[in-house]
């Protein structure tokens, strides 16, 4: 789904980049001392004319230590996530590396929980990512530098654990910040009339789905092989190698079709229904939900969490469901151009999406939760479906295929189309609710700053004394 993303002048660029700085590239107020570089500084000769120094400790945060070869670890890190490190200098990379120590350091003063599952399945997520951009392992391990695997898996589990406790400081940190609508007004009134942001051209988008049917007999084809593999894993096979092998779910099909839930896990209920009536090594019969069909072995209970593995198999659409289907949605949008019904109308009582069908096929944007998309932030996807249609036009039956292959027709119509304008307090508030809510995250960050300098010990290397941080980093 396409995220929305708000076009701003200067006093909104102001926010963006200090938001920027403060999450990436910056430094923050912090009281410290400078360490002396011959403690920690070896240079060793290479020619009589070249000098190089021996990697060593160039900062300290409590009992966190930032290496030099640190700042080239994190553009590395960076660089492997897809990110652009043109413009970010080892400066502004040695004060994201000390933000991060203190984050960390001071969610361990915290007591704040990060256990090792909750990092080992968040590193399982980045090693697929990795691995699929990259095309294997042993190709993620030397573009690590790594001897091998498992010196790869320590080393970037450790980053992995210190990001988390970076993050979950962090969200302590802005979750605990309220805004109430006088602090938005003010906000607003504060703007001058010439920084005012200007939001882009929005849609307002809904649509029709329908899904070709599946026959009994290709369920029941599905149902069959689940109980062949139920029964093959009880007789000793391996239950995560048949999820790799056989599995239909591309996200966590490498992974052996491991999960880790509790009961407050956003998954569908059917699923979760049957997760939480096992008993720990038992295995499901097959069951149904929207994704297709399921079993599941429960590895481990702890408590509320459930460690468990799936597979997930999908019945196949045979052509004559698809040519129905593709009928059914011809048909419903003739309907809506002859007038016998309204878009609204026809989607309550004709499509199959549940999401989108009591609102008259609105679609909802995730990231702000009401109707309005920007045009030149959606998803490709959406916005090649879109941005050549005119308010009221109904778009020809197009097809969409999901990751798993799982097929279905839709019409799609813009209901309302928001040229681009100057923020207007009464017509953008939740927007500028949006951006003044961030201001007051970002002071309510450097006032925990200031405040956690003052307890915490920390050493900077001479050498890098002359950076120009963001912040006062060096105390000067």
């Keep these: 789904m396409p995220l929305k993303k708000i076009q ?3 006093i909104n660029n102001k926010i963006a980049l200090t938001f920027f700085l403060l999450l990436f590239s910056s430094g923050i107020v912090i009281a410290q001392e400078i360490i002396k570089e011959k403690a920690v500084d070896t240079i060793k000769k290479i020619n009589p004319n070249q000098k ?5 400790v160039i900062a300290k945060v409590g009992d966190y230590i930032i290496l030099d070869s640190d700042i080239d670890k994190a553009y590395l890190e960076i660089s492997s996530q897809g990110n652009s490190i043109k413009d970010i200098t080892r400066c502004q990379m040695l004060g ?6 203190l984050y960390a350091h001071q969610a361990i003063q915290d007591s704040l929980k990060v256990t090792d599952a909750e990092v080992k399945s968040l590193m399982q997520d ?11 392992m042993d190709k993620v391990v030397k573009y690590y530098k790594k001897n091998s695997e498992e010196e790869f898996r ?33 906000f607003f009134k504060k703007i001058p009339t010439a920084e005012l942001p200007v939001f882009g051209v929005e849609l307002e988008v809904a649509q029709i789905v329908v899904t070709p049917k599946v026959s009994d007999a290709e369920k029941q084809k599905v149902i069959d092989k689940l109980n062949e593999f139920k029964k093959e894993i009880l007789a000793g096979s391996s239950f995560a190698t048949k999820a790799v092998l056989y599995s239909q779910d591309p996200g966590m099909r490498a992974n052996g079709g491991f999960y880790k839930m509790n009961r407050k896990t956003p998954f569908v209920k059917e699923f979760k229904d049957v997760a939480f009536s ?22 481990k209970i702890k408590g509320q969490e459930v460690e468990l593995r799936h597979i997930l198999l999908t019945p196949t659409v045979t052509e004559e469901s698809l040519n129905e289907a593709k009928e059914k949605i011809t048909l419903i949008r003739k309907r809506i151009e002859d007038k016998e019904v309204t878009f609204a109308e026809a989607a309550r009582s004709s499509s199959d999406e549940k999401e989108t069908k009591a609102n008259g096929g609105a679609l909802i944007n995730p990231k702000t939760q009401d109707t309005r998309f920007e045009l030149t932030k959606m998803d490709p996807s959406l916005y090649s479906q879109v941005s ?18 799982k097929k279905k027709f839709k019409i799609i119509t813009v209901t309302n189309r928001i040229e681009a304008h100057t923020a207007d307090y009464a017509k953008d508030y939740t927007k500028i609710k949006d951006l003044a809510l961030k201001d007051k995250q970002i002071k309510a960050i450097g006032k925990w700053f200031d405040e956690k300098i003052k307890e915490t010990y920390i050493k900077i290397i001479a050498e890098y004394r002359d950076c120009v941080f963001t912040n006062n980093w060096l105390k000067k």
């Design 8 to 10: 701003m002048k200067s």
């Design 52 to 56: 190089q120094k021996i990697d060593g």
């Design 96 to 101: 994201k590396l000390l933000e991060d120590k």
């Design 126 to 136: 980045r090693l697929n990512y990795m691995v699929e951009q990259i095309g294997s």
């Design 154 to 186: 320590t080393y970037f589990f450790d980053i992995l654990k210190e990001q988390k406790l970076t993050s979950e400081m962090q969200k302590k940190i802005v979750d605990a910040v309220e805004i109430t609508p006088e602090e938005v007004r003010n």
């Design 278 to 299: 096992l008993a720990e090594g038992e295995i499901s019969a097959p069951f149904e939900t929207d994704f297709g069909f399921h079993i599941i072995y429960v590895e």
């Design 388 to 405: 050549n249609l005119k308010t009221g036009v109904i778009s020809l039956p197009l097809m969409d295929e999901d990751q798993s292959g």
